[in-house]
């Protein structure tokens, strides 16, 4: 069997391993390179439980065959492979599923509520557990879209979008639990399907604020493009894995490689950007299409469908995380 010769590290210092060349099975996929590090690990120590790790050579994430990887990613197999590895994120599972009355059109969160546009011509506030809070009545046609603004101990600004072509910013008192419009934005051409407050990613690299800052433009139709302002031609990184209309995107604000997207498919895709080639996970929870997804920063994953489910999942767990 054709052997490569690699090289392992890690940022973690749980889990170093002696930094010395190792001879590897060129065929070496995932799972065989994570039984080798947890090997060496356990010869370290004793007490070493075993841990599920991820691969990364040169920022792109091992999703086949080592020598597969080396030769599409035009990196010889004649020299020392440096690889880094990572402990895997375990796919995200539903902790929650609130039931809405017709279509769930739009969803954010804070660390405190949910916001949920629906077919119904409603908004609703929810807290993370489930528990219906408000619903604003003041749309004559579907809410397609929502926003918090700002909030404070006392009150939120929330924005509603709606088919009727009306813009809608609202006030909750969070005391009294009494929510007020405060302003109507009217005059547009045809449906207002999305709003916006201001979104910049602040915790992301000077990098990727250059190119997934305010530069760029998100487009989703089969296909998640991120584009140029200024030249809307130029297509920075096209993500293609949906079979359907792609709904809904959002970013991590907390890991600034990875976003989600829903779709009529019925499937939300988790992103990673250094494997363009292939999302990192397909949750499949959903038995109709899927019209919004939202991420929050302490790691709750969202998405709301036509089944007229809301999905709520926590991300990252880890295999430790589980108990596994």
Known sequence: ??????????????????????????????ADLSHLINKLLAARGADHKYVEFDFLIQGQFLRVPLVTHMELENISTEEVVEIEY????????????????????????????????????TARIWSLEGKSIMTIAGHTEVVKDVAWVKQDS??????????????????WNV??????????????????????VDCTRTKVSDSLKKIFGFRTLTTGDRHLKHRCVADGS????????????VTSVKWSPT?????????????????DTRSCKAPLYDLAAHEDKVLCVDWTEAGLLLSGGADNKLYCYRYPATASDVGA
């Not at 690699?6 to 060349?21: C, G, L």
């Not at 009727?164 to 006030?171: G, K, N, P, S």
């Not at 890991?255 to 992103?271: A, F, R, T």
Request: glycine letters at 4%; charged letters at 20%.
């Open 175 to 196: 005391e009294k639990n009494k929510v007020k419009a405060l302003h109507c934005c009217r005059g547009h051409a045809g449906s207002v399907d999305s709003v916006a």
């Open 86 to 121: 990572v402990e895997k994120y375990m796919a995200p599972q539903p902790e929650e599923c609130i039931f809405h009355d017709d279509w769930i059109s739009s969803v954010q969160a804070t660390e405190e509520w949910i916001l949920t546009g629906c077919y119904d011509q």
């Open 234 to 245: 130029l297509v920075l990184l096209s993500l293609t894995s949906h079979t359907g209309w």
């Open 154 to 171: 006392l009150s939120c600004l929330l924005i509603s979008a709606s088919m009727d072509q009306t813009v809608l910013l609202w006030e």
């Open 255 to 271: 890991h600034e490689h990875q976003l989600i997207s829903g779709s009529l498919d019925n499937i939300v895709k988790l992103w």
């Open 1 to 30: 069997m054709a052997q490569l010769t690699a090289r392992f590290r890690t940022e973690n210092p749980r889990f170093v391993v002696e930094d010395v060349p190792f001879s590897v099975p060129a065929a070496s996929e995932t």
